[in-house]
């Protein structure tokens, strides 16, 4: 059983009366406890295609099957559910609610599901498993950088997601930061089995993961997979 | 629940704010609370004193002398009755040579019999009631303008009398009544000496009863009493007033006023509620990252939009409940703004349902302004959170927004049908206010445009960027526009009506017009009046004689068939009403034809004019015959045409003219119209009018304009202090939106800042923008509101429309002022803080 399978995926958007396709007919297929990275330059539609993945937006054409439940045919509070269940993210300049306190970012989504129990106590875990367990009750705005982007972490971990997307996860961060949030990611995920999607233009954050693909103009033009499994032919 | 804890978390951060947005609705709501509370109060007070209104169980009063059988009946009824002859009089003092013409009352027996007569000394009143003597009491209103005092002395008639007592407050009489008609009581068995008591006088006699109680139940009950005997009176043309009937007469009074007076609370409600819509949909704007975040997280466009669907509603109920507490406490001060107006003493109390209500009310208006920019949280895409720049979601229609639309509109017709029971009236009112509204956004519209259309490029950084900041995204220029205008459009309005109405009466009394009436001339005083008019050096500008007759019938039936049948058109009361009429071949100035001829005779028969609006109350045709009762003697006429009248000149006008040579001999007086030069000429004709014709009366139309200019001054600060609740309110919108876009602005201030801008630069900026914005918005509210009055004169009061510039001038340069004050106060952080401070403490 596939986590993630991508069929034929186009996106078009009409700009100022034209047509403008930002991505064109991707195919691939992520299993459980996957790590993959989506790389290319700007503008050549990796973020079209992760918020595509995540049922963030609806394709043009083609499918996105996430946990076998196909997302095109959902509505957009059914994919809100869907990405409740099943999906957690990390977003380059972190999106915590800066009205909440740390803690209370961290609690969302298990408040948005109801019926959880302990879920302070199961934040609070998560917090301190990033290194923040003493500053749950201080808000986004009075924490750095670093700080911000390991609570998302926590956030992005409370539901036991299936399949984690990242956007950028270190774009906003320099790079000492940076290494403590990447390893902590990796380890975070490997612990908990998640899958992995990952967007960045860092090669080198790429590079730790198991399977990357480029993405140059809309189309995929280098997958690591193929290459690997060429590889494993020859 | 988790909904409610995330509202509530999300909103810590933004609370201050919220609770500004919502405080634009406390003073709605404070206004529409003490005004319920008040009726509230005045109804249970009207049903507490309600004997005291009328002083009695019962009155019955009449000004054509009943049958001798039926004088007997009056004079058994009840257990105790008390007995008041009045006429209108000129009053003069020997003390100091004043004259005035008052109300004098000839009393007889212990009235009233229920409440108090408040008069000073209280021992007056007994002094009164066992009069041997001539003694007075004098109404307080009266002797201040005649400079006299209890010990003094008054003249009435051929008679002095000794005044031993100042009368404060008579039941079931409100202040107001006492300055209008001030009243003289003098013990009536010295009223036949006065010389006053003449036939063809206007005089009303009036009995007072306590009655028993009745023996099964031990209560009063005057309608039961006075059913059998309707029939009678109704024939004598006596009239009957009960308890109860007086009861409802004010409070229905004086339910109408409240009525009124709440739909002035109500837009000032409405002012609050733009306000609040304005503020919840800036407050979107700024919540739509998060809920992209939070839809990301897996929320549900339903679960986004109630999360902030109850912050706001919470706030509404805080804003209402505040409301609704500082209203209760402002009810304790109507009675004081009424004062004058009331004729019984009101008991405040907090009254639940008003609180209730006003509370309700506060909540639905909030919920329901806010839905409108709530709608759009719906739909925020989750996309946003990859893409900041993404818009799509906010642009496409809303089927939902037209339902909100129809909401509102119906709330608010709803809301004036509640206050005012008269779906014409809340549909005119809603109407109006969308009118009111739609020109305001208009205007407001024009403006953004035109800087647009025609921005100076050449002008100064400062003026751009001022210029620049009333179209650019974030605008405050529509909200600021409807609400200061709207607010400065109820203060216009209420300043143009009030000149309207006193210019009307001054305008009568220029000129060449009458300024000063003598009536109640009898025949045989005519000739003397008008040369002691003459000797003065006077005009008489007028002379009419006057009959007064009652109608018998109309084609034959008479007031009785009419009663009995109900398909008959002319109203009850053309046959009790009492008629004055005049005599002559001719229209005067103030009349024009309408249809038929002027009055004439032919053929032995009398054709008569009437006037055109009377015509048609009466349902009326040409033709019709009409026969009246001349003080005994039957006359019959034929409506032979009809005119318009000039009611608003000084100018003795009349219902029914009849053709001259058949009046002649009939019982009648004259009135006569003079103008005098000024206060001391007519205080010399008054003294020798009094002198020598005593029961001559006359009205000057100076001290008239003075009376109604009190009133006026009165009723309209009553209006005014509910309009203070509007334009507080106006403010306060004013206020919390030049907050609201304080949070828009502040970073590009900052960042004016910190690119170097000087402190003037800013203050600049922020100076001409709010300086144009209220400049608009004032002079855009009071040019609708000099329509608005014109509309009203030229249709309602039919005046030649002058509005006086200076005072409107005033009120645009206030209204400009003050928005300039509270937007330049507002960002004066942006101008005293380092930009990096301000940038911490607001983002």
Known sequence: ?234 | MWLFRMAWRDSRRSRQRLLLFMSAIVLGIAALVAINSFGDNLARSIDDQARELLGADLTLSWTRAPSAKTQQLLKTLGRNRAYEVSFASLVSTPKNGGVRLAQVKGLQGNFPFYGTWEVQPASAVQTFRQATSRVALVDDALLIQMGVQPGDSVRVGNLSFLIVGRVTKTPGQAAIAATVAPTVFVPNQFLANTGLLQRGSRIAYKYYYQLAPDKATGTVDADKFIKPLTARLDKEGINYDTVTERKNQTGRSFADLTKYLSLVAFVALLLGCVGVASAVQLYVKEKVASVAILRTLGASGRQAFLIYLYQTTLMGLIGATVGAMLGSVVQLLLPHVFGNFLPITVDTALSAPAILGGISTGLLISVLFSLLPLLAIRNVSPLRTLRSSYEDDLQGRDPLRWLVYGLVVCFIVGFAYWQTKNLLLSVGFTGGLVVAFSLLTAIGLGLIWLVRRFFPASWSYTWRQSLANLYRPNNQTLILITSIGLGAFLIATLYLTQGLLLGRVELSGSGKQPNMVLFDIQNEQLAGVKSLVQAQKLPILQEVPVVTMRLMDINGKNGETVRKDTTQKPPKWAFTREYRITYRDSLISSEKLASGKAPYQANGASYISIEKGFFERMHLKLGDTLNFNVQGAPIQTIVGGTREVEWNRVQTNFVVVFPAGVLEQAPQFHVLMTRVPDNQASAVLQRGLVSQFPNVSAIDLGLILKTIDEILAQISFVIQFMALFSILTGLLVLASSVVISKFQRIRESVLLRTLGASRNQILGITFLEYSMLGFVAALSGILLSIAGTWGLARFVFEVPYRPDALPLLVITLVVTGLTILIGVFNSRDVLVKPPLEVLRAEV
């Open chain 1, 1 to 234: 059983m596939s986590i993630l399978h991508v069929e034929n995926l186009t996106k078009t958007y009409n700009s100022g009366g034209r047509d403008l396709t930002v991505l064109q007919g991707v195919n691939f297929t992520l299993e459980p406890g996957d790590t993959f990275a989506i790389v290319g330059p700007s503008g050549s539609g990796k973020t079209t295609l992760l918020g595509l993945c995540a049922g963030l937006d609806r394709a043009s054409s083609g499918s996105v099957q996430l946990n076998d439940i196909r997302l095109d045919t959902l509505t957009e509070d059914q994919r809100a559910a869907i990405r409740n269940q099943y999906v957690g993210f990390i977003f380059q300049n972190f999106q915590l609610l800066p009205t909440l306190t740390a803690l209370e970012n961290v609690m969302v989504p298990l408040e948005l599901r109801g019926g959880e129990k302990n879920v302070a106590k199961t934040a609070q875990a998560l917090l301190e498993r990033v290194g923040l367990g003493d500053r749950g009750h201080h808000y986004p705005a009075q924490l750095s950088g670093g700080e911000q982007q390991r609570v998302s972490l926590a956030r992005a971990f409370i539901n036991r997601p299936k399949l984690l997307f990242a956007d950028e996860p270190t774009g906003n961060l320099d790079a000492d930061t940076s290494a403590t949030v990447v390893d902590l990611l990796f380890e975070l995920n490997r612990e908990a089995g998640t899958t992995l999607v990952l967007v960045t233009h860092d090669l080198e954050l790429a590079a730790r993961t198991q399977r990357v693909i480029r993405v140059k103009g809309g189309t995929v033009i280098a997958d690591s997979k193929e290459r690997i499994s060429e590889r494993v032919k020859e």
